[in-house]
């Protein structure tokens, strides 16, 4: 939903610039499908359930063997028999006659209903009501759920329990999904250290590397960590350069402006296309987008917090659209209102 703020114009605006589904896709079995995305529907090969079955245990009867009963006027019916969850079929009681059922027992097509057992008495071989039932009265229709032909899960669901259970009910085991986008991510700065380093003065640990692929895996990705960048702009293009090879979205954080000069947007003009640059709200000068080909390149802040934040609303809606995804633009929970008129330069 497109609320008319200047993030949500510019996430708009970005999100219009690529291609769905950039990505391939792959064949997998239900047990390794929990988070990936699927690429074609699931269709009901069969009605769902496939035949009439109980929702409740009790005793099945004629529907107009009930009329007339009351607690002054019990109507008694024989048990004949029982139909159990697996049984193939269920016979038609007769006049007079009830069979004992389970939930999930197969039902008999027909005017008939099913007696809860709180509202029945069960005496040796009958069973007495004290009310009438209407036809079908708890009993679950064949094709109630899903009809042959329907589509069961669509194309751009996100697997998850609830999804494989019902895809694993209509006895699917393989699904097609969309294969997880590549995203190269690096950190820049020449006071930008590994986080297992010794911190010195003046220097900053890059926990910003680990923490951006973590949420990578979590958008759907498959993360890769290109290292630290240094403040030298033609070695970072080159570098940026190489990783577009095998990257479906590159990932930078930091970098924004180095000594005066706007370095990550004169990047991305040099490797490929700015489309964003920097977005009109607090903290937003950092987010800067655009793209090389087909590959998004998705710019944020150095600062931690501020960079995961600029990842949740830029790169995961690309990735979203990448893998074909259909969810709504990325919310942001923090204040949008626009920053103070001297725009700073953060890095």
Same mark, same amino acid.
């Given at each position: 939903?497109?609320?008319?703020?200047?993030?949500?114009?510019?996430?708009?605006?970005?999100v219009?610039?690529?291609? /769905?589904?950039?990505t391939?896709t792959? !064949?997998?079995?239900?047990s390794?499908?929990?988070?990936?995305?699927?690429?074609?529907?699931?269709?009901?090969?069969?009605?769902?359930?496939?035949?009439?079955?109980?929702?409740?245990?009790?005793?099945?009867?004629?529907?107009?063997?009930?009329?007339?009963?009351?607690?002054?006027s019990?109507?008694?019916?024989?048990?004949?028999?029982?139909i159990?969850?697996g049984?193939?079929?269920?016979?038609?009681?007769?006049?007079?006659?009830?069979?004992?059922?389970?939930?999930?027992?197969?039902?008999? %097509?027909?005017? !008939? +209903?099913?007696?809860?057992?709180w509202?029945?008495?069960?005496?040796g071989? /009958?069973?007495?009501? /004290?009310?009438?039932?209407?036809?079908?009265?708890?009993?679950?229709e064949?094709?109630?759920?899903?009809?042959?032909?329907?589509?069961?899960?669509?194309?751009?669901?996100?697997?998850?329990?609830?999804?494989?259970g019902?895809i694993a009910?209509?006895?699917?085991?393989?699904?097609?999904?969309?294969?997880?986008?590549? !995203?190269?991510?690096?950190?820049?700065g020449?006071?930008?250290?590994?986080?297992?380093?010794?911190?010195?003065?003046?220097?900053?640990?890059? +926990?910003?590397?680990?923490?951006?692929?973590?949420?990578?895996?979590?958008?759907?990705?498959?993360?890769?960590?290109?290292?630290i960048?240094?403040d030298?702009? %033609?070695?970072f293009?080159?570098?940026?350069?190489?990783?577009?090879?095998?990257s479906?979205?590159?990932v930078?954080?930091?970098?924004?402006? !180095?000594?005066?000069?706007?370095?990550?947007?004169?990047?991305l003009?040099?490797?490929?296309?700015l489309?964003? %640059?920097?977005?009109?709200?607090?903290?937003?000068?950092?987010?800067?987008?655009?793209? +090389?080909g087909?590959?998004?390149?998705?710019c944020?802040?150095?600062?931690?917090p501020?960079?995961?934040?600029?990842?949740?609303?830029f790169?995961?809606?690309?990735?979203?659209?990448?893998?074909g995804?259909?969810?709504?633009?990325?919310?942001?929970s923090?204040?949008?209102?626009?920053?103070?008129? %001297?725009?700073?330069?953060?890095?």
């Amino acid at each position: 939903m497109n609320d008319g703020s200047p993030l949500t114009e510019a996430q708009q605006t970005f999100v219009d610039t690529l291609s /769905t589904k950039t990505t391939a896709t792959e !064949v997998v079995r239900l047990s390794a499908a929990l988070g990936r995305t699927l690429a074609s529907a699931i269709v009901a090969p069969t009605d769902m359930p496939p035949y009439p079955r109980a929702i409740v245990e009790g005793w099945l009867v004629n529907s107009a063997d009930t009329q007339g009963a009351n607690e002054g006027s019990p109507i008694y019916f024989n048990i004949v028999g029982s139909i159990l969850p697996g049984d193939e079929s269920c016979p038609l009681p007769g006049t007079g006659e009830a069979l004992r059922v389970a939930t999930g027992s197969i039902v008999t %097509d027909g005017a !008939v +209903s099913i007696v809860r057992p709180w509202e029945g008495k069960e005496e040796g071989n /009958t069973v007495s009501i /004290t009310r009438a039932f209407p036809p079908r009265f708890f009993i679950e229709e064949q094709g109630c759920d899903l009809e042959q032909g329907a589509i069961a899960v669509a194309a751009g669901s996100v697997m998850d329990a609830a999804e494989i259970g019902t895809i694993a009910s209509l006895g699917i085991d393989e699904i097609e999904v969309t294969c997880a986008p590549r !995203v190269t991510i690096f950190s820049s700065g020449d006071e930008v250290i590994p986080y297992t380093d010794t911190l010195k003065p003046g220097a900053i640990r890059d +926990s910003n590397s680990i923490m951006l692929a973590t949420a990578v895996t979590q958008a759907g990705g498959v993360p890769v960590i290109a290292g630290i960048q240094g403040d030298h702009f %033609d070695e970072f293009v080159v570098a940026v350069k190489t990783a577009l090879v095998n990257s479906d979205m590159i990932v930078i954080s930091g970098g924004t402006a !180095v000594g005066g000069r706007d370095f990550i947007s004169d990047l991305l003009k040099e490797v490929g296309e700015l489309i964003i %640059d920097g977005v009109p709200m607090r903290s937003g000068r950092p987010l800067i987008m655009g793209k +090389s080909g087909e590959v998004p390149i998705i710019c944020v802040a150095g600062h931690p917090p501020e960079a995961l934040r600029g990842f949740n609303l830029f790169a995961v809606a690309a990735l979203n659209k990448q893998l074909g995804r259909g969810a709504e633009l990325p919310q942001d929970s923090q204040n949008n209102s626009p920053p103070p008129t %001297d725009k700073p330069r953060h890095k």
